[in-house]
């Protein structure tokens, strides 16, 4: 079969990492979380203590540090200058900053060249929010998935273990809700669906049968898949 690159955006908590690390598997291609990226960046961001004004140093650090995404057997694992930040780019901290930093355009800039060269050969399904409009605007199959807010943080005060993290399901639904409206309104690169892209809304659709919708499309649109 030969390869080609999948483009999976959509807002968060609608299952984005876990079906494209799924599609992914059943094609045998690279899974790319660039989400992650946004993650590690915010995280060392954090760790060097810098402030919401410090933008120039932010994209200089940006710049400096050695990003790594291994693939794993439970996704794929974050290196930053060769510490896994695996767990630590999920924290609450990260979460609550991503945003910020990822409205940056220099920063925005210099991940999505990354991202581009890692799917340079193809075989890619690659998930985040401007991947189909553009960092690989010519994904051979684009996808936008989303899911009613509610859902998204139903699904999301499971993963995290009810209220294990200290917050109810009211203050998820608020904090998704307000990530999504950063993520749409950010000048740079804004959460947007390609025109050419498939919407699949999944609030009423199980994991696997979002994977099968997806791996359908490979085999009609794309003649991939086997
Ligand atoms: O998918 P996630 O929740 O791990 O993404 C973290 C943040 O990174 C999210 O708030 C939006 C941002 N992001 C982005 O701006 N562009 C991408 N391609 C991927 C993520």
New binding site residues.
């Given amino acids: 079969m030969n390869k080609f690159n999948i483009a999976i ?1 959509g807002p ?2 609608a299952g ?2 876990t079906v494209a690390r799924l599609v992914a598997e059943a094609l045998g291609f690279v899974y790319v ?7 590690a960046v ?1 995280w060392r961001v954090l760790q060097e203590g810098l402030t919401p004004e410090q933008t120039a140093e932010m994209i200089a650090l940006t710049e400096r540090i050695e990003l790594r995404l291994v693939p794993g057997e439970n996704g794929q694992q974050v290196f930053v200058d060769g510490i896994d930040v695996t767990r630590e780019i999920r924290s609450r901290e990260v ?1 609550s900053h ?2 910020r930093v ?2 940056i355009p220099e920063i ?1 800039r210099l ?1 999505t060249a990354k ?1 581009k060269e890692l799917a340079k050969d193809k075989g890619v399904v690659m ?5 189909g409009s553009q ?1 690989l605007p010519d994904a051979e199959l684009k996808v936008f998935l989303t899911a009613s807010v509610r859902i998204r943080a139903e699904r999301r005060f499971r993963e995290l273990g009810g209220a294990q993290q200290g917050m109810s399901l009211e203050q998820l639904e608020q904090e998704i809700a307000r ?1 999504d409206k ?2 749409e309104q ?1 000048e740079a ?1 804004p ?1 947007v669906k390609a025109p050419d892209a498939v919407l699949i809304d999944s609030s009423a659709m199980e994991i696997p049968e979002v994977v099968e919708r997806i791996l359908d499309l490979c085999r009609t649109r794309v003649g991939g898949g086997s």
Avoid: E, F, N, P
Wanted: glycine residues 10%; positive net charge.
């Fill in positions: 955006d968060a908590g984005k990492s979380d660039t989400g992650a990226m946004y993650r915010t979460t991503v945003s990822s409205s925005r991940l991202q998930d985040g929010r401007d991947i960092v990530r950063m993520d950010r690169s959460l």
